[in-house]
Structure formats: structure tokens, C-alpha cells
């Protein structure tokens, strides 16, 4: 079966500085993957997505950053974290065989301070 | 173009049934629902494809109109482990693709004992 893995569970950072979270999946191959980004209260707010190594399409102009350096990998970066940043940071994936049916890590839970 | 949701919260008691609804001005690939409890990751619940399509699994059941512009999701006969917030995700293409999904702003349900 599928797990999909996120790390760290929670992480507070101060203004400016930079930040790495990471995604991995497991038990499958050549997924599609995905960040989202929820801020408190709100809904779900797509912020990358990749349907294959190194292939990276951005929907929100912002500073963060998305690679895929390997097959079932998928990290979100900043250089400088801004207040507004803070949220609860989702990874998903979804098979390309399927009809998009996506799948949630836990979640990473960012406070900018 | 994000699709709507209504109403934007419900509250039950146990045992009572719930409808939850999502709309699109345009016709729709595909809808997704999603449950996410509070501060856990959204869990897929369901996808409908097809226009006139009904499914479900338990006392959790969706629907999808003919025009495939407005998907209902019912809730019978509720239980306290139904609280959450739902969203319904609508599919479409994106340049030829058919990667994302456009997320509804989400319906908070609390079942009440």
C-alpha cells in the first residue's frame, strides 16, 4: 500500500529565515505530487504541483519554491520566510492512472514568528 | 474557477441527516469530496464522474447532477466520528492536463451528542 510521509509535524521559524519541508512517498512510482497550503480556518490553497522529476508548475506567485529531485520526492522551499507564510503545509499525490484522486500527508504546521 | 459550497456550516445532533452541496457555473470533469477532521490531513472520500451518478459506502452518499454542474453530499442518519469540514474538489483540465483540483472553501459539520 501507499504512505506518503511529511517532515517536520511542526516547525517554528522566525521572520527571514529559510525553510525546507519534505515530502516522500512510498509504494508507488511516478506520482504526481502536490503542495497545498492552508491557513487557519480556510480552505485549501494549491501552491505546486509535479507530474514528474525536475517538472515543477507554480500557481501562486510567491517566495516559496518547489523541486523534485527524485521520483518520489517533493520539498517546498524559502529563503526568507514572511509572516503570512504560517499555516498548516500539505503534501499529496495522486496516480497517473487514476481519475486525480489525491492523497494527504499529515501535514506540517509552520509558525512564522 | 472554485467551485461553491453550501452552507458553510451545519450543525446536527446525532442522528440527524445533512446535506452539503457544491456548484460550478461550468460543467465539471470530475468532483472529489473530502473529509478533514481538526487539524488532521483531508481523507478522500469519493469521486463522481458521471452525470447522474449516485454512489456512496455506509450512510455517507454523493450525487452528481445531469448537467454535471452540482454534486450533493449526504449525510445519514449522522454519528459524532462525521464531524469535520468537507470539501468538494473539482477537476478539470489545465492545458491538456488533468492534474488539479479546485477546492471549494469548505463546509464545517458538527454532529452534537
Known amino acids: 500500500s501507499q504512505t506518503i510521509h511529511q517532515w517536520p509535524a511542526t516547525l517554528v521559524q522566525p521572520v527571514g529565515s529559510p525553510l525546507s519541508l519534505e515530502c516522500t512517498v512510498e509504494?508507488?512510482?511516478?506520482?504526481?505530487l502536490y503542495w497545498y497550503r492552508q491557513a487557519a480556518g480556510r480552505g485549501l490553497q494549491l501552491l505546486f504541483y509535479s507530474v514528474g522529476i525536475g517538472q515543477i508548475s507554480s500557481e501562486v506567485p510567491q517566495n516559496l519554491s518547489a523541486s523534485r529531485p527524485q521520483d518520489r520526492q517533493f520539498i517546498l522551499s524559502s529563503k526568507k520566510l514572511l509572516l503570512s507564510d504560517s499555516g498548516f503545509y500539505l503534501c499529496?499525490?495522486?496516480?497517473?492512472?487514476?481519475?486525480?484522486?489525491?492523497?494527504f500527508g499529515p501535514g506540517t504546521r509552520l509558525t512564522v514568528t | 474557477q472554485q467551485p461553491v459550497q453550501s452552507p458553510q456550516a451545519v450543525i446536527l445532533r446525532e442522528g440527524e441527516d445533512a446535506v452539503i452541496n457544491c456548484s460550478s457555473s461550468k460543467a465539471l470533469y470530475s468532483v472529489h469530496w473530502y473529509r478533514q477532521k481538526h487539524g488532521e490531513a483531508p481523507v478522500f472520500l469519493m469521486i463522481l464522474l458521471k452525470g447522474g451518478e449516485q454512489k456512496g459506502h455506509d450512510k455517507i452518499s454523493a450525487s452528481f447532477n445531469e448537467k454535471k454542474q452540482q454534486s450533493s453530499l449526504y449525510l445519514t442518519a449522522s454519528q459524532l466520528s462525521y464531524s469535520g469540514t468537507y470539501f468538494c474538489g473539482t477537476g478539470g483540465y489545465s492545458g491538456g492536463s488533468n492534474y488539479k483540483l479546485t477546492f471549494g472553501k469548505g463546509t464545517l459539520l458538527t454532529v452534537n451528542p
Open positions: 499529496a499525490w495522486s496516480s497517473h492512472r487514476g481519475y486525480n484522486e489525491q492523497y
Open positions: 509504494g508507488t512510482s511516478n506520482p504526481n
